[in-house]
């Protein structure tokens, strides 16, 4: 089914399919939903998915220091992504994820259970799905998106920044829930990096044709700028016009 959209202002001119990785606090999320919003795109945050499923192996009582127990139950918890970058949704059973899978609790967890063949298998099936069902283009954001989810993606960006740099930025926003001083963030931060790019399965890694964007001392503004620029090069014909007709059909929520 064919409908006109409203866009935003500039508009990628053809399904493009944007791969974005880093290690946390880089300003993937952010980065990412800017980007998608201004051109038009769809948006997943496969973060956000194994933080659900994470959520879900804790509220079921399933040791997530287990591997075993953790492949087992893999398949159980249904998962849903919206990829609208306006409202970025998750649900776990039908029951909205997107406050507790920000816990440090599940933050906590997290890499032990991403690390599992068999979550990874699953998710990086949801994600493909995803992927493919959007008929207008979509950026998608994690740590093996250019290397294993979609490596066939248009446009591949890898985010780094300083661990002083990223630890700062988490712990602005953490101030008044759950926060850590600075030493405890840039510490927690350093052992999920090890523990995601020392994985044996799709480890968190740079894409070898991805563009290292280096955000320490950038604007979250210039690195959107940036990527958007990018964006537009590899579809072909700068910006393009404020309205467009895209293929809505099979579009996740
Ligand atoms: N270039 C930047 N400069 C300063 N702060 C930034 C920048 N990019 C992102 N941030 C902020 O840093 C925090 C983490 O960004 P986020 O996009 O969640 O990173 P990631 O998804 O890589 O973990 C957010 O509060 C965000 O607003
Ligand atoms: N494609 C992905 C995305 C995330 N993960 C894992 C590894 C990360 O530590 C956790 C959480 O990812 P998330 O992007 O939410 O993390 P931050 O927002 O950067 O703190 O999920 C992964 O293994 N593969």
Redesign the pocket.
Known sequence: MFVTVETAARTAPAAVIVAID?P????????SKAVAAKLGLRYLDT?AQYRAITWWMLNNGVDVADAGAVATAAAKPSIVSGTDPERPAITVDGADASAPIRTQAVTAAVSAVSAVPEVRARMTDLQREIARSTGRGIVV?GRDIGTTVLPDADLKIF?TASPEARAA??S??LKGKEAAGLDATREALARRDAADSGRTVSPLAKAEDAHEVD?TE???EQ?VECVVTLVEQVAGDGPAPATGTADRAGQSA
């Open positions: 880093g946390s606090g880089t300003g993937k999320s952010s980065t973060g954001e985010l930025r988490r602005g926003e955000t950038l604007s979250l690195v």
